[in-house]
């Protein structure tokens, strides 16, 4: 691992996003159940990784109708 960035949504820890040796974008590692689908998804830069995840994290809070 050559570096890591948190990722929080709304104050609540999901996961980190990790740049790999030898690999082209951000690994997500989730530690949240709301996005653990995403867990070990390659995504080439953190401004899309954090879209992805947010949209699920918020996905999954939403009530249901």
Do not use: K, Q
């Not at 609540?12 to 070990?40: C, E, K, P, Q």
């Amino acid at each position: 691992m050559l570096e890591s960035t948190i990722i929080e949504i709304d104050g609540i820890f999901v996961g980190t996003a990790i740049v790999l040796t030898n690999v082209v974008g951000r690994r997500f590692y989730a530690t949240h159940d709301s996005v653990r689908a995403l867990h070990n998804v390659v995504l080439p830069d953190l401004s899309s990784l954090r879209r992805r995840v947010t949209s699920l994290f918020r996905a999954a809070a939403r009530p249901a109708p």
